[in-house]
């Protein structure tokens, strides 16, 4: 009987994969319009290859940029990438499509709701407040807090305990194979992996830790009514016999 | 002759005093939205103390509040309080009344135009370029790339440098005595405080060095036009004899 559902935040509950992607080519836009003298394919692709090695929560992209660009140091252009990145960021951060519906169809089912992330935990819950999502959710866990990261088993662990579930009472909902679906694995959770973004084809050595693979959030309802669906049968012999 | 006319940027140019007090507004006013257990007045005065303390370019007030509220630390109420403050420095940045009007008659008369700042050259940019001041300028001096802050001669002769003018050919346009006025006049140039925002009634020792007091910056090109008439009246004596 599934009592809690948990999500992954980015990727799976968050398009921030997609957001990044436009803040970043607003970011490079705005610092050549601010009068930067690089061309936008040379400087795209220069900071991703920055953030690649720096890391996406570095907070000096941009002054690095024109390092690796050999260009002087220039505020000017800096704010103009800043501009771009935050304005984008503000008006751009959208959930994954369904995920308002799925979230509802869930409450409505009588489940809990969980976010299990990793990340810096005043980011995500930037997110998480900015997207308005945070009422569906009875607890938001951030590996941080732990000292570890995702599949470490001390964060699933933790989940559980907080709701007093047992492994086979949740579900663990995200779309890295590795993080989410191996990790949940490991303690018992049932686990749906999200083929979406930019992991849909990573990882795939960890194919077999997935109960379930979808490509949209609106499948977790019917999963979750599935196997409680068939708990209740198998429970319940005599109704079963009719 | 006034041939260049300095601005300073914070509460000259840009309202940023009353932005300020708005978004830490803001920013309270959301952390007890998304539930931290404080009176928002007990909360805004803390936080007032610990920007005096810390400065207002200290990038962990948030944190700190909470720490010193005796609150658990939380990411959450912290993500609040940073939405509620850029959303606020995003939609509230604003030049003071009148700027753009000023700036635009000082160039047709000719002028060119300067802004010598102290402060973030990333944050000074972001706000020249978010108010869309940019192209009314020549230069901005920011005294953090000459290593020094007002009213230190260096960042002044540097500007007088940049636009090759003397002394007496340049005037300073500044909210404090004691930064703008008194560091413009020990370099030779024309005074005008412009007596606004929080410093209004401030560093009142150093009143002396000011040419001209003004409440409103449209006074600027008729303090600019009287000066430079005079200039021409006395250089000109068959003119003036007529």
Chains 1, 2 share one sequence.
Do not use: C
């Not at 398009?15 to 394919?41: C, Q």
Request: glycine share 6%; proline share 3%; charged share 30%.
């Amino acid at each position: 009987m599934i009592k809690v559902v948990f999500f992954d935040l980015d990727d799976t509950l968050i398009d921030t994969s997609k957001l990044a992607e436009i803040a970043r080519r607003n970011a490079i836009e705005n610092m050549i319009r601010a009068g930067m003298p690089v061309d936008f394919g040379i400087a795209y692709h220069e900071l991703l290859e920055l953030i690649n090695e720096y890391g996406s929560n570095f907070n000096r992209h941009f002054d690095y940029l024109l390092r690796r660009l050999d260009l002087p140091h220039n505020p000017r252009w800096i704010a103009a990438g800043v501009i771009g990145y935050h304005n984008t960021k503000i008006s751009h951060l959208k959930t994954v499509r369904g995920v308002k519906r799925t979230l509802l169809r869930l409450k409505e089912m009588g489940l809990k709701l969980g976010i299990i992330t990793d990340g810096n935990p005043v980011k995500q819950w930037e997110k998480i407040l900015r997207t308005e999502i945070e009422d569906y959710f009875d607890e938001v866990l951030i590996s941080d807090f732990v000292g570890v990261k995702k599949p470490h088993r001390k964060i699933f662990e933790k989940a559980l305990r907080k709701f007093e579930v047992q492994p086979g009472e949740a579900m663990m909902v995200g779309d890295r194979l590795y993080s989410d679906i191996y990790g949940a694995k490991q303690v018992g959770m049932h686990t749906v992996w999200f083929k979406y973004g930019k992991y849909a084809n990573k990882e795939l050595d960890y194919l077999e830790y997935a109960d379930f693979v979808i490509r949209s959030l609106e499948e977790v309802p019917e999963i979750v009514r599935g196997l409680n669906d068939e708990e209740e049968e198998r429970s319940d012999p005599e109704v079963h016999a009719d």
